[in-house]
């Protein structure tokens, strides 16, 4: 496979995947608020909710320039439409559409489609349909686009390198997201540590994993009440979720493993490597190891993995089969 496709629909995929995980976090973060009522009404600002989102998602210090103050209407347009954004959902979308349009001969037909009209209807959107559509509506549909995209990929796709691609896109894309999800609400989220663990705590708690689409899962797994190390633990570590770092390591792995044999790469040029190294920590660990040692430090050691191994794809399989075309 040309090394420009392969590109194409590495990034395709994480593009889709994070315009998802935004609409996602949106989505359970107006409802959240919608939930704590009369909180919110003592708080007197929706700031301290959004804050962490856009620092999950966008440089903050670029929201701050376009936006002298944080409410949920300016978060809003930051997160969404903003092309001043380089995360924002339209963005994503934007530039997802720009690499599968790069390439078209390597995805089916459904897939193209479905990803041009996405795009094509969000940017048309006038923004105040949000409000007029309800929010968990307007977000509801951008994520189901995206999991429309993904079954059509399943379905549609050969297992060959070209779908191994996509694979590894999107799974390095979610396990990053994932780690900052939970260190953003560890340590920035709760307003006071008075609140740790009472009713406010575990409605925010709820909302992490709802935002993962983890709730039931959870409660399939945990049948004794929400605690921190509990959720943390379960999105860090359980081998069975499709959005548990732990998980998507395993997917990132096989999907190196597949594309490096393809190569005819030894194992250790590859950025397999880095992928297994992390695996086989993440076996040897548990949650309560995690959070005594630094939950925070060991989330940004997990992002910095990430950041790697794909700076190690690009240099691998991309500017790499570049050079040697040349």
């Not at 995947?17 to 909180?39: C, F, H, K, S």
């Not at 380089?86 to 994503?92: A, G, H, M």
């Not at 340590?187 to 709730?215: F, R, T």
């Amino acid at each position: 496979m040309l090394s420009r496709v392969a590109e194409s629909l590495f990034w395709m995929a994480r593009y889709y995947e994070r315009a998802e995980n935004t609409a996602r976090l949106m989505d359970v973060n107006i409802n959240m608020m919608l939930d704590m009522g009369e909180y919110m009404q003592e708080v007197g600002s929706s700031a301290p909710y959004w804050n962490p989102i856009i620092r999950i998602t966008s440089p903050f210090d670029d929201f701050r320039a376009r936006f002298p103050k944080t409410t949920q209407e300016s978060a809003i347009e930051w997160l969404t439409w903003c092309e001043d954004n380089p995360n924002s959902i339209l963005v994503c979308i934007g530039r997802a559409r720009e690499n599968a349009r790069a390439m078209r001969d390597a995805i089916s037909s459904e897939m193209w489609e479905q990803i041009n009209t996405t795009y094509l209807q969000l940017k048309d959107t006038d923004h105040s349909q949000i409000w007029r559509e309800g929010a968990h509506s307007f977000f509801g549909r951008i994520r189901m686009a995206s999991q429309l995209f993904q079954g059509l990929v399943e379905t549609t796709m050969l297992r060959e390198e070209g779908w191994q691609w996509i694979q590894l896109g999107k799974y390095l894309e979610r396990a990053d997201a994932t780690t900052r999800l939970v260190d953003v609400k560890y340590h920035i989220l709760l307003p006071s540590l008075d609140e740790v663990g009472g009713p406010i705590d575990n409605v925010q708690w709820i909302a992490v994993l709802k935002s993962c689409s983890a709730y039931e899962a959870y409660q399939k797994r945990n049948v004794a009440r929400i605690t921190p190390s509990r959720v943390a633990g379960f999105l860090v570590l359980d081998h069975t979720f499709p959005r548990a770092v732990r998980f998507c390591f395993d997917q990132i792995r096989l999907s190196l493993r597949s594309i490096s044999v393809e190569h005819g790469l030894l194992e250790e040029r590859s950025p397999e490597i880095i992928a297994s190294h992390v695996r086989h920590t993440l076996d040897q660990t548990t949650m309560t190891g995690i959070i005594q040692s630094g939950l925070h430090q060991n989330m940004i050691q997990l992002q910095d993995y990430c950041g790697e191994i794909s700076q190690k794809i690009t240099q691998t399989y991309f500017q790499g089969a570049l050079r040697h075309a040349a």
